[in-house]
């Protein structure tokens, strides 16, 4: 998993409430048993037309959001099934944070499990990020993760709280299997005199 200490990005502005999980990831694609290519089918739903066209009026296929890496969104974002497909489009497609009010519980562990940083703000906070996101061509905010702070360069400076273990973790790079392998000889030691 790549680590994660600080990320300047463009914003887009989804300003819904409760997207769930399967709005992110629609179940059928689920079988995929990889976990690559699922950036193409992020919102495909609500991003796609029945022939495969791009739908003109969806955030993610206007031109001016076009390399965001920023998602922000209302409250309740990735609420639903337990689905780690969700913050796999949402990465593969190329964002690095997703910033809400609120998320799903089972969503907001797996992005931490994922190297996709989960920033909950106030919704105040939220409701003005997304109106400078729609207003301001080009609009980006930095995520700094060790000082717990969101800024963008119009005076905007948010702090955030993060359980200090998803930190440190995030901060090297380490989901389960990873801090399970630090512990590697260990384990091969315990295994070697017990086998």
């Not at 955030?59 to 209302?74: D, E, F, K, M, R």
């Not at 969101?150 to 990873?178: M, W």
């Amino acid at each position: 998993m790549d680590a994660f200490t600080k990320h300047t990005g463009k914003v887009v502005p989804y300003d819904m409430p409760n997207v769930d999980t399967d709005q992110i990831i629609p179940a059928r694609f689920l079988k995929k048993i990889d976990r690559v290519g699922f950036g193409e089918l992020l919102f495909y739903e609500l991003r796609y037309e029945e022939d495969g066209s791009p739908k003109p009026g969806f955030i993610l296929n206007q031109p001016q959001y076009a390399g965001g890496t920023v998602l922000v969104s209302g409250p309740q974002f990735g609420i639903g099934s337990s689905r780690e497909h969700a913050p796999w489009a949402i990465q593969q497609y190329g964002f690095r944070v997703v910033i809400a009010p609120s998320f799903g519980d089972i969503f907001r562990n797996n992005c931490y499990q994922n190297g996709l940083l989960p920033v909950m703000l106030d919704a105040a906070e939220v409701d003005t990020i997304i109106a400078r996101a729609q207003e301001i061509q080009g609009y980006e905010l930095s995520v700094d993760l060790e000082a717990q702070q969101v800024t963008d360069g119009h005076g905007l400076a948010a702090s955030f709280d993060i359980d200090p273990f998803r930190k440190e973790n995030l901060v090297q790079g380490l989901d389960d299997i990873g801090l399970t392998l630090q512990n590697e000889a260990a384990i091969d030691a315990f295994e070697g005199a017990n086998s």
